[in-house]
């Protein structure tokens, strides 16, 4: 009897424990963001916007309160002691950008927060998992890295070498973290002892560079060892390289710079800085050119190994030179970085009226092709892209206009070699392969996407293929135009940031895929390359006019008038204010100018 009642009465404490478990999972907080962003470092927002989801295992459950916690660290958060910030219980179903209220935090501050709801059948959730986001560098008096550059400065219109930047340096303590800021005029790679920093591609991304210069933050704690060297490769970009459909090299500088700073805090409570500085030394490499419309040149003879790693012989290399240039523009990035998001293998290839072997990938894309290759050195293999063929079959490359979009490798020579370009892209879905060495296998060239990040958001599908074809097409026709800025083509020597099309797609763009943060960062260089009168640009940024002065490439309906729309659009799709609130100048200077011009 005693052993059936201590079954029962396990049995009674297993349901209890299980009901409670049930209970507690009748809503849930997860997938916290900061600023639209998981856990981001290196924002320079001053009073964040804190957002949350709600999952529940019952029907018609909402939010009807909620309470937030910021800590120094999780064992305070948890614990719910030296909190920094709690917002008590609010009475409200806000789960969307929500205010961090607290004390104004410091430079490269991290702080943890949790969040827990209560539903309209007042039960309190458990807190949720901890989320983070640390800050990024507010006080410009901590920038002590300088700008080096190659003495290379150049007024030609043609595309230049990319240039190689490296120095070494030690550690000889226990590192418990560290962070390193980069950025460039022109675009970048950082190595850290051989291995890329980040998957971002074409940072610091595209903005008004006379006025506006982002940065990124990278978290390198795990990458460091005792004996260290710090790479970068820098291209012209749309800094120095080809712009526009009128042959504009150098629009916004003619010189190339680098700029690293990388924070190391040590177990024993000192910290060290290692900046970019006149001990630095500088080369040019395997990228004889790399142009976002021409295409990559790259000669694999040329490379040096272990360039990017510790004890490397740079003593042919040259000394940088200190560039004078402004760390006030220095911003943190809001928007999502460009990133290779996916690989879209061959689908047929193909042997034209004309003899050209042509491979089809089946899909239009923006990117590049990643080749693997094997033959005599000093053997060269061009690449072109085009999106169509035309109506006999042959390759068609005339809708490019200027745009030569072609890349070329020279091999080493050492077994298979694998060529992928660094600063440049493609629209395209057909590529020509010229002098490929021996027979060419199709799994050998790959197309690789890239686009800014955005995450999809909505979708849908019918019982009709055609409409279901159209949806795929404006997705990816999105996809193919968000990089980094919202171009209108994504092929020709053009691909500027037209502000019409970027207005009237901008609510389709919005249901398609997460675009807040993308547009928030653009429409900071519309407001920039506004004119004092109120006119608007009619791309951005402003490659036109340099957004100096009013001439008749700006202040056109429809077009500026995304300076109104765009902002309405956000709030609209996401309850965001504050973009209304930090645009409202820009959107109230294009109504007034617009007033002014028709009366």
């Not at 029962?8 to 849930?28: C, E, Y």
Request: glycine share 8%; proline share 4%.
């Amino acid at each position: 009897m005693k052993h059936k009642t201590k079954i029962n009465s396990l049995l009674l404490i297993i349901l209890t424990m299980g009901l409670t478990a049930f209970s507690i999972k009748k809503v849930q907080v997860f997938q916290l963001v900061t600023e639209y962003k998981t856990n981001p470092i290196g924002i320079d927002v001053l009073k964040p916007r804190l957002s949350w989801q709600l999952n529940s295992d019952e029907r018609s459950v909402t939010q009807t309160a909620y309470e937030i916690r910021v800590a120094d660290s999780k064992v305070n958060l948890q614990e719910g002691e030296n909190l920094i910030w709690t917002s008590g219980k609010v009475e409200s179903d806000q789960s969307v950008n929500v205010i961090y209220e607290g004390p104004k935090l410091q430079s490269m501050q991290r702080v943890y927060w949790q969040v827990r709801v209560w539903d309209n059948k007042n039960r309190a959730s458990v807190w949720s998992t901890p989320a983070y986001w640390e800050m990024g560098i507010l006080d410009k008096a901590l920038w002590t890295a300088s700008y080096i550059a190659m003495n290379d400065i150049t007024t030609e219109k043609k595309s230049h070498p990319s240039q190689y930047f490296r120095t070494e340096f030690q550690t000889n303590k226990t590192i418990v973290s560290a962070k390193v800021q980069a950025t460039s005029l022109g675009v970048y790679e950082l190595y850290l002892n051989g291995k890329k920093v980040g998957n971002d591609l074409f940072t610091p991304g595209y903005t008004t560079y006379n006025k506006r210069l982002q940065y990124q933050t990278y978290d390198v704690t795990n990458m460091l060892k005792d004996n260290n060297a710090i790479g970068a490769i820098v291209g012209d970009g749309w800094y120095r390289g080809n712009i526009g459909w009128k042959g504009d090299y150098a629009f916004y500088g003619n010189q190339l710079a680098l700029l690293v700073q990388l924070h190391i805090n040590y177990a024993d409570g000192s910290s060290e800085t290692i900046v970019s500085n006149g001990d630095w030394k500088v080369s040019y490499g395997p990228i004889l050119e790399s142009d976002m419309y021409n295409g990559e040149k790259y000669d694999a003879r040329l490379e040096m190994d272990g360039w990017n790693q510790n004890g490397f012989d740079d003593s042919n290399w040259k000394k940088v030179d200190i560039l004078n240039h402004s760390k006030d523009i220095l911003v943190a990035p809001q928007g999502p970085p460009v990133r290779a998001t996916e690989e879209i293998k061959t689908k047929k290839l193909i042997t034209t009226p004309k003899g050209e072997l042509v491979l089809d990938l089946g899909q239009n894309i923006v990117g590049w092709a990643r080749m693997k290759v094997k033959g005599p050195k000093g053997h060269k293999v061009t690449l072109k892209f085009a999106e169509v063929l035309d109506k006999d079959g042959n390759f068609y490359t005339k809708n490019l206009r200027a745009a030569e979009a072609t890349d070329s490798y020279i091999l080493k020579g050492e077994g298979e070699e694998i060529f992928e370009p660094h600063f440049t892209s493609h629209g395209f879905r057909y590529i020509q392969v010229i002098d490929y060495p021996g027979n060419l296998n199709p799994d050998a060239i790959i197309g690789i996407v890239i686009h800014s990040d955005i995450s999809p958001t909505g979708s849908f599908t019918t019982s009709d293929p055609m409409i279901n074809q159209l949806q795929s097409n404006i997705q990816w026709g999105q996809r193919d135009n968000f990089l980094d800025i919202p171009t209108d083509c994504p092929q020709r020597d053009e691909r500027a940031g037209w502000t019409g099309d970027a207005q009237v797609f901008s609510m389709t763009a919005a249901f398609n895929f997460d675009v807040a943060t993308f547009y928030t960062k653009w429409l900071k260089d519309l407001a920039l390359d506004q004119h004092d009168n109120g006119s608007v640009t009619n791309v951005v940024p402003d490659i036109l006019t340099g957004g100096e002065g009013v001439s008749a490439k700006g202040g056109a309906t429809g077009w500026a008038d995304a300076a109104v729309i765009i902002p309405w659009t956000v709030y609209q799709s996401y309850g965001d204010k504050r973009v209304l609130k930090e645009q409202y100048a820009s959107m109230k200077g294009w109504v007034g100018f617009y007033g002014s011009e028709i009366r």
